[in-house]
């Protein structure tokens, strides 16, 4: 597995992650956290805050993360209520 080493894309990725467990907590769809987790690694392009390796290393590790749908499952382990509303 790829791993972070500077505190600073540690404290991106972990942004990026709940930030991600919010959306899912509001019914997003994993498309939507897929344009959302772009956006962020595009803004830290941008502003050139990582270095190269860095970046690079951030950016598997969130596609990664994304993929898993484990990444999003609530402490009920039930998978059944990723991205869809629980019926009342």
Do not use: V
Not at 6 to 19: K, L, V, Y
Not at 22 to 47: I, V
């Amino acid at each position: 597995m790829t791993s972070l080493e500077h505190p600073e894309s540690i404290r991106h990725f972990q942004s990026i992650c709940d930030a991600c467990q919010e959306l899912k907590t509001s019914h997003h769809n994993p498309s939507e956290l897929r344009l959302y987790a772009d956006g962020y690694l595009h803004a830290l392009r941008a502003c050139r805050k990582l270095d190269r390796i860095e970046q690079l290393k951030l950016e598997k590790l969130i596609e990664r993360w994304i993929l898993d749908p484990s990444s999003f499952i609530g402490p009920d382990g039930d998978i059944s209520t990723l991205f869809h509303k629980k019926e009342l």
